[in-house]
């Protein structure tokens, strides 16, 4: 195999067109970017004045933001929440997922096909009924839901559970057959094939799921501005503070803005580069051969 | 199918996946659906139970006096639009992270950011570009081209499909990305061998490996566009102007700003049913649901 | 990561989960009261301190912990509220815009003040007049008044002096012809923020009530009026006859503000005493002064028989207490605390914001003769209707300039177009106020 480089054998796109395409997404991605960074190092009165380019640099908005609203607090709370989240919900899907694309049983397919549907739920609608359901478990059970960090727990893993199931259905799909088979007739249960054969040979998959269901909790600000207390609130409920629209007379403390919607994006972009390598490297530490 | 797989199926994993959907989702839903048929509002929601039941007067007020068709009709437009326009893109740019480049971990990190950031963030710088004495403005006036307004009036509608394929491609170009990763090094050096490259590979051996992914990826982009509230909210706020009067922003302002929750609850329930069947009738059409089995 | 990693993670992250949860409040027996208050995100660290003042003084005064939650906009406040009433469950007191007070009457849910309970709060006469607008019908009130916010105008005294002209008009005509004058050197007359859905329909209010049309009285609805009509002609002739930057068609208050802020307009109408911390800290320090909008409607030169000299909407926060709270004696004890003179003054000094406290208001602004203006907004303001559908009014005002954005941007608004969306926003406001109970 001399004449094939390893390297470039996987590779699609042509030099050139390559090149192209990745100049072209950086400049979409990061442009935009710039601006928001700019604004964060400005002062709010030209931001409101819409000057693109600070005139003079204040780096004091990343400071500021934390004494403004509890954003150490918010991000917390939000890096707990939304990583129990991506956790629970990769592994409860990814049981689901096994058993739809697996096995077959009555109702399978009203199932996958109702995963979808549910997708198509708005949020806004479902606030009310959840309030009142958990407002009455509550009472029922004398047991504070609403204000602890569960309710918003519950509600975020179960809104990302139709969408990550999809991709692990999609995911498992593509997987082959065999090395389970080969698993079953050594004698091992269900749980085993799952857990030693299929998550390994998952990881794209479950990265996706994880990603997806992470940022259901991170960006959402309806459900945690009504069933978070000032303890449990979440980062994002933190930034629409700093966003709020003043009563008619101050200018709106866009610097801070700026400056803390980064904040707020880093994590997720670091756990990404954190956790990319098992996006990519999936199938080859799971070892077909 | 053997008596022992049968046996052996593990129905129980479905178990805790099924508890929570059916408590928080479907339980909220039936009641939301109740409550699309009493005249709930503001007067009545100290005793919902109590509110007057109205059957379906609520639907046949959002079908006729509300703008709900024309609503449906932007979003649903909008969202297609904004799947057109992120399909190619995050395609196109999860085949760039096919080849070796220095610094491609971070990229492909960076990719993710749009879709990352949060969505009022998005909204709020945009609205700062997009005004009328604003960069965006200021560049088209320099380069001598019409600077129309962006924030109202029908080019608006332009912006909200922009804005939001904007943020929406990395989510494309993340599930691609996943879906390329099942592509192992043989079949790229067995089409290697059979001489398929550039164009040849892409096409038949590459495309239809994805395929599935690519249709999913399509399916829930087109749902989130439809439901994404902040995006044109912060955009536009509200009363937003009427070519951007998406479905989001309506149920909102009837639940939020003037209180009919019976008839938010009915306009969402129809414009649900409204979007439902022809995203069944897709996944039939593609065979999503019952997939190939290879 | 093995499959054990990956248990002993996901376990980890629900202990810690748990442990979060499971730190509630302190000492059982105490009672706390929960209080619900809109962020001062100018002001956030002060906020901070006065919460811990005042719970320190609620301590001393009942034995009871007072806890503080804040909401951050007009609709996360609304939204908590639908959530608690529907719920039953949530803050005993809610500090709300005297223009939702209608709302929050209309579900019901919030007590009503006998005279007794006027009493606990030092009795109606404690409060200025004007704030007491908004508190509800007549021996129905839910509402004590806390802070006011009156619209005014601001104006740049220097470019004013410059072009020889002592102070704003009090008639609509007459601003015009001031600003007329102003426009010059690169200066504007007037500063408008067209973008902002909040501001434009206050101002259209303002020259409505003057010139006798309410928009809405008891169950009726007057909103296609040719007096509305005139109001929107004069709201978009500021466009029309070039005295605003052409630019404001996009603005929000705050780029409005930011505008009048950097000296490139000379005057700016729908701005509060709110935006002294900005303009003392700008280049127009020193050299702008407040002033009360035109109560004379435009078309007259003196105010017409029927109409109502408006400086204002009525604006300010209201206390409000929750029908379902148990702990109603404490939430009493706490608004006679915040409204006591000695708590409204101490308002003032630390947020700016004008006091409800008649007493505090007098001590507050003697020899403050660039407050006056302010007071006297506060005086002529004029309350909306206490009528559950006023939201929806509200939403239909504003919503004609929205769609009328288009047409202003490009310079000219007809007056049958004004007509057309007027007679829309009829039907629908018309539907609202006959559902409203």
Redesign the interface.
Known sequence: ?SR?R??????????PV?AA??VA??L???V??A??LS?SLNSD?A????D?WPSQFTFGNYARIW???DLAGGLR?SV??S??VA??SA???V??A????R???LGR?TT??GL??????????????????F??V??ALRV?I?G???AV???Y???A???S???M???L?????EIEEAA?IDGA???TV???IV?PLSW??I??AA?FSF?QGW?D??FS??MT????RTA??A????????????????GQ??AA?LV??AP??LL??VF?????????AGG?K | MTSMERRDRPLWMLIPGAILLAVVILAPLALVSYMSLTDLDQYTLRHWTLAPFIGLGNYVEALLQAPLLSSIWISVSTAALVCVISLPIGVTAALAMQNRFPARGLVRSLFLIPYVLPAFAVGAMWRTILKPDAIVNGVLGQLGLPAPLWLNGPASYWVLVAVEAWSAWPFVYLLTLAALQSITKDVHEAAAIDGALGWAKLTRVILPQIAGSVALSMVISFLHSVNNFSVPYVLFSLPAPASVQVLPLLTYAQSFQSFRFGLSAATAVASLIIVAIPLLVYLRALRLDVGERR | MGRRRFRGLTALVLAVVAAVSACGPAQPGTRTLQVIVSVNGSYPTQQKQWFAYIAEKFKQRTGADLAFDTFSSTSDVLTRMQTSVISNQGPDVFEIGTTFTPTAFSTGAFTTLTDQDWAKVGGKQRFRPATLGLSGPAGREIAVPETSLPYVLVYNKELFARAGIDHPADSWDGLLTQAKQLTKGGVYGLDVAYGDTGDTWKLVRNMTLQLGNPLVQGKNVTLDDPRTVAAYRMLYSFRGTGVVDPATVGWNNSQALAAFAAGKAAMMLGTSGLSQNTLDNSAVAGKYAYATMPTIPPGHATLPSGGVPATSILSGNNLVVADYSINQDLAFDYIDLVTSEAEQEHLFDVFGVLPANAAATAKVTAGRADLGPILASGQGSVGTPFNGAWADVQLQLSNVTVQLIPQLARGRVTDAQITDQLQAAQKIAADAVARAR
Do not use: E
Not at chain 1, 8 to 15: D, E, G, I, N, Y
Not at chain 1, 173 to 177: A, D, I, Q, S, Y
């Open positions: 195999m094939f390893a390297a470039s054998v996987q590779q699609v796109l042509p030099r390559h395409a990745v997404l950086l979409i991605v990061l935009p970017l601006y928001i604004a009165l931001v409101a004045a819409g693109f004494q403004t609203t709370n707990l929440i990583g129990s956790v629970v592994l409860v899907s049981m689901t096994y058993v739809l694309v096995h077959k049983f397919l996958l096909r979808v549907i549910l997708q198509s739920v708005p949020g806004t609608l479902l606030l009310l009924p959840i309030f009142v359901l407002a009455s509550s009472t504070p609403i602890t960090p569960w727990f519950v509600t893993l179960t809104f559970l139709p969408f199931t999809w991709v259905v999609t995911y799909r593509g997987l082959p057959l079953r249960g269900p749980a799952l857990l030693r998550l794209p998959g990265v996706v990603i940022l960006n600000v309806l501005s009504v207390s000032p303890a449990s994002a409920v930034l629409s503070v700093l966003s709020s629209t003043q009563d008619t007379g101050a200018v709106p403390i866009y803005m700026m919607s707020c994006a997720v972009v990404n580069l990319q390598r098992y996006l990519v490297n999936g199938l080859t077909i």
